[in-house]
């Protein structure tokens, strides 16, 4: 009986049927769920992981022949779930599989992209956000990485104010520059969805 009532009581989505039935959405890849020693490994030392992003990023790459878009955000629920990893991993992929990618660091609260790539300490996204325009544009370009065709435009230093920054008139000049930027994609690591305004 205890099994029946749990069985009942559990309301996470635990398959990729259940998904597509909430959703109506097709599901793009499955990342597996990794245990606390592959944690800090790279995901090109988990071959299963790597596969998983390469099928992710060929199905991006299929939709977006398709349907063409270039501005994609990353995100999660809550914080801890792996957003950031996730979008530093994806950037890479599709990087290595010819794109021209600029990853933009757009958790003002929480930068951690600097753990995935060494990034010299410059005006980033932060300052972006309250500088004139006029100065901008080649401050949006980001860094080059050791991945050839992978740029980083890191935060820089976190803000508690950036929910008030990201609705300045500036940020419309922002995002029109990155949908012309001369990038295949533009990634964005947003905070995650359910604890902040951002």
Do not use: C
Request: proline residues 6%; hydrophobic residues 45%.
């Amino acid at each position: 009986g205890l099994i029946v009532i749990f069985e009942w009581a559990e309301d996470r989505v635990v398959s990729i049927d259940e998904v597509h039935g909430l959703l109506k959405l097709d599901v793009l890849a499955v990342l597996p769920q990794l245990s606390r020693a592959q944690r800090d490994k790279k995901a090109s030392e988990i071959p299963v992981l790597q596969e998983s992003y390469r099928i992710l990023s060929a199905r991006l790459n299929l939709m977006q022949h398709a349907n063409p878009f270039k501005l994609l955000m990353i995100t999660s629920s809550i914080a801890g779930e792996g957003k950031s990893t996730t979008t530093a991993n994806l950037a890479t992929f599709l990087a290595k599989s010819g794109k021209r990618v600029l990853l933009v660091e757009a958790d003002l609260r929480l930068p951690t992209q600097s753990k995935h790539f060494q990034l010299e300490k410059r005006l980033g996204f932060s300052s972006a956000l309250t500088e004139p325009w006029s100065q901008l544009e080649t401050k949006l370009q980001g860094q080059a990485t050791t991945v050839s065709g992978l740029h980083v435009l890191a935060a820089e230093v976190p803000l508690r104010n950036s929910s008030d920054l990201l609705q300045a008139p500036q940020v419309k000049y922002i995002f029109d520059y990155f949908q012309r930027a001369p990038y295949d994609y533009v990634l964005f690591d947003t905070p995650p969805l359910l604890p902040v305004a951002d």
